[in-house]
């Protein structure tokens, strides 16, 4: 189709333009000599017309060739530099990845360290309670080796397990790393305390209030070792509200005994004062050491204390002190002839010379070996 167009154009050229008259001319002047006719005339046009096309051709053909040469090569470089750019884009692209990726794992590494700190932190307690709770199920010999196995533990209520006597628990007061085994407690009143040999043999009472641990089991937390006896009591009347009294030298035999009472060493040191070994300006009977354990159904002194002053205690002649007698709300003691309440005769009376009951108290014990107080 290009062909007959440039045909056309040509023929054209030749017939209108100037050069184009002179190339005729041009043929005409080598023209045979034998041509002389018009027809003739336009052969040897045409013919040269078409050979001067022909070499148009073969040079536009050339153009074209070198022209779709270029184009391809500036298609290829086009392409080849897209291609360069795309493959910086995704450069781009995947630099950042690689460069955020560890900065993201060493962050995810840091943020997982503060979760386990901060997990440890918030768990740490319940761990301790835990701890606290297992402790609580074992089964110690006595407080002293809650203390000791358990350096987490609380002041609370743990099972001991006492060689000759069922397990049971028991309230331990945990101080400084020591326990104390808290073998009668009382604060309320919610426990009647005027019970027979056998409850005071075996124990009674709720080891979450007032209670009393049983002779048998303080028989066998000392009958092999010497303990130290803390007594501590409260009143309205003591200054500060509460005072202590320590014994160095603690026991009781076996039941045969009667459950006799040993006990010495009062420390001076205490704030309570002496109202088991040693008389008072208001009590002037002897010391209660050697007494054999006395209830209301089994008296083993002379004077029936027992039954006179209500309780479970080792009495002399009825003697300066009873921690079992009978609670009296508000403490005062109304009666004039009987010592009578939970009696405690150094811390009895009050800065009027009335008598009061204490309001609580409680006995606890350790081994003496402990040093730890």
């Not at 034998?34 to 017309?49: F, M, P, R």
């Not at 184009?71 to 460069?99: C, F, G, W």
């Not at 070994?277 to 089994?298: A, L």
Request: proline residues 2%; neutral net charge; hydrophobic residues 35%.
């Amino acid at each position: 189709m290009y062909r007959f167009l440039w045909w056309v154009t040509f023929t054209v050229y030749i017939l209108t333009s100037t050069g184009g008259s002179q190339y005729v001319r041009g043929v005409l002047d080598r023209r045979p000599r034998n041509v002389v006719s018009i027809g003739q005339l336009v052969d040897v046009i045409a013919e040269a017309v078409e050979v001067r096309l022909r070499v148009y051709f073969n040079v536009l053909d050339t153009i074209l060739e070198n022209h779709t040469g270029l184009v391809e090569h500036r298609l290829i470089a086009d392409l080849t530099r897209m291609e360069a750019k795309l493959d910086n884009q995704t450069s781009l692209l995947t630099k950042p990845q690689d460069y955020v990726s560890p900065m993201l794992k060493d962050q995810f590494n840091k943020l997982e360290e503060k979760i386990d700190n901060y997990t440890f932190l918030l768990a740490e307690p319940l761990l301790k309670q835990q701890k606290k709770n297992q402790d609580a199920e074992k089964r110690f010999l006595d407080c002293t080796s809650v203390a000791r196995d358990n350096r987490y533990a609380t002041s609370g209520i743990y099972w001991i397990n006492i060689p000759g006597v069922k397990e049971r628990k028991a309230f331990c007061t945990i101080q400084a790393g020591s326990g104390w085994t808290v073998i009668m407690q009382r604060s309320d009143g919610s426990v009647n305390f005027n019970r027979p040999w056998n409850d005071y043999k075996n124990g009674f009472g709720n080891v979450d209030g007032e209670y009393w641990i049983g002779n048998e089991v303080i028989h066998r937390l000392t009958h092999n070792r010497t303990a130290l006896i803390r007594i501590v009591m409260k009143s309205m009347w003591i200054l500060g509200g509460e005072a202590h009294s320590l014994y160095r030298q603690f026991r009781i035999g076996n039941e045969s005994s009667g459950y006799k009472l040993f006990i010495g060493g009062y420390d001076n040191s205490s704030t309570g004062g002496d109202s088991m070994t040693s008389t008072t300006e208001y009590c002037k009977e002897p010391s209660i050491n050697g007494s054999k354990f006395s209830t209301n159904d089994r008296e083993n002194n002379p004077s029936n204390c027992s039954t006179e002053l209500s309780g479970g205690w080792w009495f002399s002649d009825c003697g300066c002190s009873n921690l079992n007698g009978q609670y009296i709300s508000g403490g005062s003691v109304i009666s004039d002839n009987k010592n009578v309440g939970v009696y405690w005769d150094s811390v009895y009376r009050n800065l009027f010379g009335l008598k009061n009951s204490l309001r609580a108290v409680r006995m606890e014990i350790k081994p003496a070996d402990d040093r730890r107080e």
